[in-house]
């Protein structure tokens, strides 16, 4: 059974910084791309940043790069996202995506709430 937990969400105020982790559980994690997607209130789930399986290529939407940095750890079957310089903008539930492209294989977590406010 394929489990993604996301953890490290919370309330963080303006400027400030999260790393948010992701444990991946029932799946040959290395085979995977990851990524990290958020949905903001009242908006669609969007791609904010993804690492290919080795981890040698990175990608961002243009909203968060220079802010985000995404990274993983295949011994550990995990995978981060470091965000500094937050702002209200950024406010959303993150979830992490594993999947293999051009397959069905494409796992979901249920999300953390990151809450960027005063």
């Known amino acids: 059974q394929v489990q993604l937990v996301e953890s490290g969400g919370g309330l963080v105020q303006p400027g400030g910084s999260l790393r948010l982790s992701c444990a991946a559980s029932?799946?040959?994690?290395?085979?995977?791309?990851m990524s990290w997607n958020r949905q903001a209130p009242g908006k669609e789930r969007e791609l904010g940043t993804g690492i290919t399986t080795g981890g040698g290529t990175t990608n961002y939407a243009d909203a968060v790069k220079g802010r985000f940095t995404i990274s993983r750890d295949n011994a550990n079957n995990k995978v981060y996202l470091q965000m500094n310089s937050l702002d209200s903008e950024n406010t959303a539930v993150y979830y992490c995506?594993?999947?293999?492209?051009?397959?069905?294989?494409?796992?979901w977590g249920q999300g953390t709430q990151v809450t960027v406010s005063s």
């Open positions: 995506n594993a999947r293999i492209v051009g397959t069905r294989y494409d796992w």
């Open positions: 029932g799946l040959s994690f290395s085979r995977y791309a």
